[in-house]
């Protein structure tokens, strides 16, 4: 896979994203986390990928913190 | 018996696969899994064995690219008929941060493709000139000023 690096930075920047989206905090029955959450899910391939490499890192990081 | 002879007989003759009955290797059967979720779930077992970790320590501490290490093992469950091609390219990604995750682990370095290290150890024969100019003619600037020593040596006016 000759574009792999490129791959990579996409997955990353996908990464990063997600993990930039602040919480809501409001609260209340019109509050963010009491409305119905995304019904379409992101399903297509990248996403996917994204998911299952962030689950590995993850894990690593938690084995890491483990054996220090 | 010519040498000729001999060595014909080591490699395949043109047509030779097709002598046989189709359907015999395990790639031409249709392959165990399909969807992506049972190909990672196939590595994730796969690479986290006791002997895969061994093996790919090995690898890596042999300066194996990771991605040559995930483009083997993708095309070894090809053969084995594992997994169809077309799917085993789009975990290659994952099975790459599985290696990279096991040498992280396990203390060991790693590169991730054979380019991006040429790419990064390359030195531009330019600039290595350069740098070797600068550095003789600083040498040579502080063996103008070191002052002569020994018996000979003529003393300052």
């Not at chain 1, 990353?12 to 209340?28: F, H, N, Q, V």
């Not at chain 2, 290797?25 to 970790?53: A, C, G, H, I, R």
């Amino acid at each position: 896979m000759k574009n792999y690096s490129k791959y990579m930075e996409k997955i990353d920047a996908m990464l990063a994203e997600e993990k930039g989206r602040k919480k809501p905090t409001a609260s209340g029955l019109l509050a963010p986390s009491r409305l119905p959450k995304e019904t379409k899910q992101k399903n297509d391939l990248d996403s996917q990928i994204a998911n299952y490499i962030s689950i590995i890192r993850k894990q690593k990081e938690d084995l890491l913190n483990e054996n220090r | 018996m010519k040498t000729a002879d001999i060595a014909l007989r080591a490699v395949p003759i043109p047509g030779m696969s097709l002598t046989k009955e189709p359907g015999n290797n395990p790639w031409e059967q249709p392959p165990m899994f399909v969807e992506l979720p049972d190909v990672v779930k196939f590595y994730t077992e796969e690479l986290t064995s006791d002997e895969s970790v061994t093996g790919i320590i090995q690898a890596l501490s042999n300066d194996i690219s990771v991605l040559d290490l995930s483009n083997t093992l993708m095309k070894t469950g090809v053969m084995k008929g594992i997994h169809s091609i077309d799917v085993g390219m789009i975990a290659i990604p994952v099975i790459a941060e599985i290696i990279k995750t096991v040498g992280d682990l396990n203390n060991v370095g790693y590169i991730t493709s054979t380019e991006e290290y040429e790419k990064a150890t390359k030195v531009d024969e330019k600039m290595l000139m350069e740098l070797l100019n600068e550095s003789k003619e600083a040498v040579e600037e502080k063996l103008d000023e070191a002052p002569a020593k020994g018996l000979m040596a003529r003393g300052k006016k």
